[in-house]
């Protein structure tokens, strides 16, 4: 049995701030990248202890190399690097009994929880409608590949957010949001803890859960959070401009979708 694990960092414990988790020199990202390995470490043994053979885990924060690589056991195959085609995804199959959303954030555009984006914080994205997130996107995706979601970690925002998606997924809450820029936070071992017995119930729970399905055509529609932002979607194929603002895009499927929306975060991305 294989477990797949995408590790974001902004919603672990104790974080609270873009500087503990985008500034690689600073003291406060070296305490909140230990903590980041610890959970993720507390996930893959308390999987390996449930049965699992080998856990593959998407480092899937900034810069893609913030975990600790030797101090994860043997059977812990590391995926790491920068923004690529496939990120959070790469390597991703069927073969798969489960995937874990540690970290996660809430949506761009989200007026309450920490550090909410969607890739970007310059442009939100929904599909059929209603607005997507990171999380939503790669349950998905691997939905699409018959992989469920058993277990995501985050703020008590984000995992209500995700509760509308994915109601059979685990949800672990690492601290409580005050508004968008504070956060009573659970005790970090208390996390590792939680994170540690719930793998265990998600692994059993695996075989039951659905994972999500969706019927192509996928409508994606992107909203520029900002309009400089619009001439640049337009240069994009089979994007079409709505007539209320915001694009659209049909997609097969939903890798074909998340192309569009990894193209267009790189297309939004400062300086590019
Ligand atoms: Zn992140």
Redesign the pocket.
């Known amino acids: 049995m294989k477990l797949y694990i995408v590790a974001?960092?902004?919603g672990i414990a104790g974080v609270v701030s873009s500087q503990e988790?985008d500034s690689p020199s600073s003291p406060e990202y070296e305490q909140a990248r230990k903590q980041f390995t610890a959970e993720v470490l507390a996930v893959c043994q308390g999987a390996l202890e449930a049965g699992v053979e080998e856990v593959y885990v998407n480092d899937?924060?900034?810069t893609g190399c913030n975990l600790i690589h030797d101090r994860f056991p043997p059977q812990v195959v590391m995926i790491r690097g920068g923004f690529r085609r496939t990120s959070g995804f790469d390597l991703l199959d069927g073969s798969f009994a489960g995937l874990v959303l540690l970290?996660a954030?809430t949506r761009s555009g989200s007026t309450q929880g920490l550090?909410a984006h969607t890739y970007s914080r310059r442009l939100q994205f929904e599909i059929f409608g209603a607005p997507v997130g990171?999380f939503d996107l790669l349950a998905l995706l691997a939905g699409e590949k018959k992989v469920p979601t058993i277990l995501i970690s985050g703020d008590d925002k984000t995992i209500e957010q995700a509760a509308t998606n994915l109601p059979s997924t685990i949800g672990v809450v690492t601290k409580w949001s005050i508004g968008t820029r504070g956060a009573m936070c659970l005790h970090p071992m208390q996390v590792c803890t939680l994170l540690k017995e719930e793998i265990r119930r998600a692994v059993k729970n695996a075989p039951g859960i659905e994972p999500p399905a969706i019927m192509p055509p996928i409508p994606l529609v992107i909203r520029p959070l900002e309009p400089s932002l619009a001439e640049r979607l337009n240069w994009i194929p089979r994007v079409k401009a709505l007539p209320g603002g915001g694009f659209e895009f049909l997609g097969e499927s939903m890798e074909e979708v998340a192309n569009i929306v990894y193209g267009a975060t790189l297309l939004a991305s400062p300086g590019e």
């Open positions: 974001d960092m902004e988790v899937f924060h900034g970290g954030h550090l990171e």
